[in-house]
């Protein structure tokens, strides 16, 4: 078992849709947690940080983390098309030093005009 | 923001040749800058993490011979992929943390071809 799944996907919605896009985890000592948005041939961009549980917003987006279910996911209202995009998760007991990040398998999303 | 820069962002070799590749913090200073391999359609996987002024630590599986990591600086470290074959073709991707951040920034990557 990985320590993070992600659903591969893809993932098709049309333009407006809202999208849910998910985690689960197995390491309890997971405390900071992050989504980026890759695009094609590019470097991952930091989307969303959260620390712990709790729900953060941010524009279109919004965070959710439950720590007791190790589910996190990641919304994204009013979708445009300029969100199709692979979408990481990523996790990590601490952020401090040589931390390092567990991510996710990435969820191929596609937002249709 | 934190800004890290990469260069080059695509590069062509021949086989047996070195490639080096550059990771730098723009507006902090790392301590600390990890190296990604990423395949198509899959997700990062780490290499190694460079630490500023001492040896790079690799993760399992990872040649260090091969992959040659130098972090002279708190704003610089490089990747040098040595007698490149084709199986090294790879986009290849940095990140660091800047002090009191929320996340890691990663660098824009470098897509690697040996042919």
């Not at chain 1, 987006?61 to 199709?84: E, G, H, N």
């Not at chain 2, 730098?24 to 500023?52: C, V």
């Amino acid at each position: 078992q990985k320590e993070v799944e992600q659903d591969p996907g893809p993932l098709s919605v049309p333009e407006g849709a809202i999208v849910s896009l998910n985690c689960t985890y197995s390491n309890s000592a997971f405390q900071y947690f992050m989504w980026y948005r890759q695009y094609s041939r590019k470097g991952p961009e930091l989307l969303m940080y959260t620390y712990s549980s709790g729900n953060k917003e941010d524009g279109r987006f919004t965070a959710q983390v439950d720590k007791s279910s190790k589910y996190i996911s990641l919304f994204i209202r009013d979708s445009q098309p300029s969100d199709s995009a692979t979408y990481l998760c990523a996790m990590s007991p601490d952020i401090q030093g040589a931390q390092k990040l567990v991510f996710g398998q990435g969820t191929r999303l596609t937002i249709n005009p | 923001g934190a800004v890290v820069s990469q260069h080059p962002s695509w590069v062509i070799c021949k086989s047996g040749t070195s490639v080096k590749i550059e990771c730098r913090s723009l507006d902090f200073q790392a301590t600390t800058m990890f190296w990604y391999r990423q395949f198509p359609k899959q997700s990062l996987m780490l290499m190694a993490t460079s630490n500023e002024g001492s040896k790079a630590t690799y993760e399992q599986g990872v040649e260090k011979d091969k992959f040659l990591i130098n972090h002279a600086s708190l704003t610089l470290s490089t990747l040098t992929v040595t007698s490149a074959h084709p199986e090294d073709s790879s986009f290849y991707i940095c990140s660091a943390r800047a002090s009191g951040a929320g996340g890691y920034t990663f660098g824009s990557g470098t897509r690697l071809t040996v042919v």
